[in-house]
């Protein structure tokens, strides 16, 4: 079978307008193809465990297991918002992998990721806001609360500020990962990129020892694993 030759694409010198592509493109198509394989392979991987750990969290909470809330003694807790908020942008992040539906089901799951990343951008808006006004609706605790006498955070399953701004930026990365300027920018990887300078704040304060930077006390702030996770939905985000 002969490949043809788009138009305008020129053939080598002393074939004049032969209709068979050289044997570069051909490396290159499949170089191309590779790089497409990798990135649906660290897509399936960077969900799957995303979404293995939000729920192994959410279950230490229904349990009340306490070393499966903390993982790590001493640090802030994993809250079950911040679990379930990473569960649905693991979910949506593998439902919008699609870049062009054809099928109406292929339509259907994209709509479906898209609602599920503007769920998770308003989780993070509505904390933003119960910070900066005060307002406590109770949702924070609306899933599992913490039994009485051991509310040892200062806001009891409350997102830290990092954790909201970083689901705001991964929900709203999502949703405009189709949106493109007239220059060619893409604001999806603008806002995404972002999301990652906000995760490396918390891992900086980890990895220095430096408790201002990761939290607002002992219970209360962006988990370490917390904070592994969101760099992972972000390469996966672009990816998607």
């Not at 998770?120 to 605790?141: C, H, I, N, R």
């Not at 918390?202 to 220095?208: E, F, K, M, S, V």
Request: hydrophobic share 50%; aromatic share 8%; glycine share 12%.
């Amino acid at each position: 079978m002969e490949l043809r030759r788009p138009s305008g694409f020129p053939g080598p010198p002393g074939q004049g307008s032969s209709s068979s592509f050289p044997a570069r493109p051909l490396f290159l198509f499949a170089g191309e193809a590779c790089l497409g394989s990798s990135a649906n392979v660290f897509l399936w991987a960077a969900s799957a465990a995303v979404i293995l750990g939000a729920s192994l969290v959410l279950y230490g909470w229904a349990l009340d297991i306490e070393g499966v809330k903390s993982i790590i003694p001493g640090l802030p807790r994993i809250m079950p918002n911040t679990a379930l908020g990473l569960l649905v942008a693991a979910v949506s992040i593998w439902l919008m992998r699609v870049e062009h539906p054809q099928s109406h089901l292929q339509r259907l799951q994209r709509r479906a990721g898209q609602t599920g990343a503007l769920a998770v951008a308003l989780l993070g808006l509505l904390t933003l806001v119960e910070y900066v006004s005060g307002w406590d609706p109770g949702f924070d605790q609306l899933l599992f609360g913490d039994p009485v006498g051991t509310l040892v955070s200062s806001i009891p399953g409350r997102l830290s500020p990092h954790t909201a701004l970083s689901f705001v930026l991964v929900g709203f990365g999502l949703l405009l990962l189709d949106a493109e300027t007239r220059l060619g920018l893409r604001p999806a990887q603008i806002i995404i990129l972002t999301g990652g300078l906000v995760c490396l704040v918390p891992l900086t304060g980890y990895l220095y020892s430096v408790a201002g930077l990761y939290g607002i006390d002992s219970y209360s702030g962006m988990a370490l694993p917390t904070a592994l996770s969101f760099l992972l939905l972000l390469v996966g985000a672009l990816l998607a």
